[in-house]
Antibody
Framework: QVQLVESGGGVVQPGRSLRLSCAAS????????IHWVRQAPGKGLEWVAL????????FSADSVKGRLTVSRDNSKNTQYLQIYGLRPEDTAVYYC????????????WGQGTLVTVSS | DIQMTQSPSSLSASVGDRVTITCQAS??????LNWYQQKPGKAPKLLIY???NLETGVPSRFSGSGSGTDFTLNISSLQPEDVATYYC????????FGPGTKVNVK
């Protein structure tokens, strides 16, 4: 069955960087775009970034632009999100999600990994 | 940037009631609109894609409609398991979510 598993979250000091991973299984990873969506405690969903199926196209939200790198290794069925210069407002659960082939809808999500930015 | 608004922000209805949630985009997004359900402590779940298409496995009491800037999610007969927060999402210009509508059962 389709699975997405995030890892790499934790407590990090302001200004530091963190790399999150999203390991996929149960589908042809290289055929799908993968997104990152975050949710601050008690708040709504915020789209963060996208990497296309072959990694050639990458987009990010204005709130994090210039502070993150998305990449993927299709040989390892894994996608990565690295965030630099972390701020307290980056504290959130970070989800990776698969974009369905019809376009636009996120049909499978991971369980999320919590990032807490605090000194 | 395309801004999404939803109303109401929360509602409480009885089991069996029809529930309607509206979503408005700040500009025409064609039909590039999806709806998600999120239960507490869980990841979101795709309910409706392209404004009106029911995702596989989603109960038929859920339906979506609309185009352009105004969209609606309907639950024809509210069930206890529908207690959740519902989000709309546009993908006409990158991606963005509405602020959510929290649905409770009286």
């Amino acid at each position: 069955q389709v699975q997405l598993v995030e890892s790499g979250g934790g407590v990090v000091q302001p200004g530091r960087s963190l790399r999150l991973s999203c390991a996929a299984s149960g589908f042809t990873f290289s055929a799908y775009a993968i997104h990152w969506v975050r949710q601050a405690p008690g708040k709504g969903l915020e789209w963060v970034a996208l990497i296309s199926d072959n990694g050639s196209n990458k987009f990010s939200a204005d709130s994090v632009k210039g502070r993150l790198t998305v990449s993927r290794d299709n040989s390892k069925n894994t996608q990565y999100l690295q965030i630099y210069g972390l701020r307290p407002e980056d504290t959130a659960v970070y989800y990776c999600a698969r974009e369905n082939l019809a376009g636009g809808g996120f049909d499978y999500w991971g369980q999320g990994t919590l990032v807490t930015v605090s000194s | 940037d395309i801004q999404m608004t939803q109303s109401p922000s929360s509602l409480s209805a009885s089991v069996g009631d029809r529930v309607t949630i509206t979503c408005q985009a700040s500009q025409d997004i064609n039909n590039y609109l999806n709806w998600y359900q999120q239960k507490p402590g869980k990841a979101p779940k795709l309910l409706i894609y392209d404004a009106s298409n029911l995702e596989t496995g989603v109960p038929s009491r859920f339906s979506g409609s609309g185009s352009g800037t105004d969209f609606t999610l309907n639950i024809s007969s509210l069930q206890p398991e529908d207690v959740a927060t519902y989000y709309c999402q546009q993908y006409d210009n990158l991606f963005s979510f509405g602020p959510g509508t929290k649905v409770n059962v009286k």
